[in-house]
């Protein structure tokens, strides 16, 4: 069945530092991907998303990029603030099926 | 887009007693799902709820546990039965509004079990 994983966490970085969360996903067919933040005490929050290869989903200075070739779909920042801290999960889902998600890794910037 | 309204936000509710949470969408959605994040884990998915029908569970979850109505297009609930302290868990509505667009989520339930 469809899968997604993520790099094991937790992540600990200084503020301004540059980041990348691996994500690589296994399914059938063109699956839509997507990254979530669930910031402390909260739900989860779309950050962005991909629908097909090639596709460069960006938001608030995160961007990741669907790559079929590498089945991927990695999470990067070029200079992290600490408001950034939070859980990232990483997801696919194939078209009205039901939503797939990594394990989720957990991000702490320190000032 | 869509927003969820999920009550309560939290609770600590005894051993053996019931819980019944709210989903309340501010448009009509055809799917709405249910979650739980264990605490530190992931997200897994209990059951799709289904309207004008029985909900569709996923392995590992049945419906005398979690029993769930799904009354029309905007509201949903997820009732947790005979709770014990295993089901200490975030439970988090979600809905989708079309098919190759994002999932919603509400703000969770964080559920405590003593």
């Known amino acids: 069945g469809d899968s997604v994983t993520q790099m094991e966490g937790p992540v600990t970085l200084s503020e301004e530092a540059f980041l990348t969360i691996n994500c690589t996903y296994t399914a059938t067919g063109y699956p839509s991907l997507f990254w979530y933040v669930q910031y402390p005490g909260e739900g989860l929050q779309l950050l962005l998303k991909a629908t097909k290869a090639d596709d460069k989903g960006s938001n608030k200075g995160f961007e990741a990029t669907y790559r079929k070739e590498t089945t991927s779909f990695h999470l990067e920042k070029g200079s992290v603030q600490v408001s950034d801290s939070a859980v990232y999960f990483c997801a696919l889902r194939r078209g009205a099926q039901k939503l797939v998600f990594g394990q989720g890794t957990r991000l702490t910037i320190n000032p | 887009s869509a927003v969820i309204s999920q009550k309560p936000s939290r609770d600590i509710c005894q051993r053996g007693t019931s819980l019944t949470i709210q989903c309340q969408v501010d448009?009509?959605?055809?799917?709405m799902f249910w979650y739980r994040q264990q605490p530190g884990q992931s997200l897994t998915l209990i059951a799709t709820?289904?309207?004008?029908?029985?909900?569709?569970?996923e392995s590992g979850f049945v419906i005398d546990k979690f029993p769930i109505s799904r009354p029309n297009l905007t509201f949903s609930t997820l009732t947790v039965s005979n709770m014990s302290p295993e089901d200490s868990s975030i439970y988090l509505c979600s809905v989708v509004v079309g098919k190759d667009t994002e999932a919603f989520f509400g703000q969770g339930t964080r559920l405590t079990v003593v």
């Open positions: 709820a289904n309207q004008g029908s029985e909900a569709t569970y």
């Open positions: 448009s009509q959605v055809t799917m």
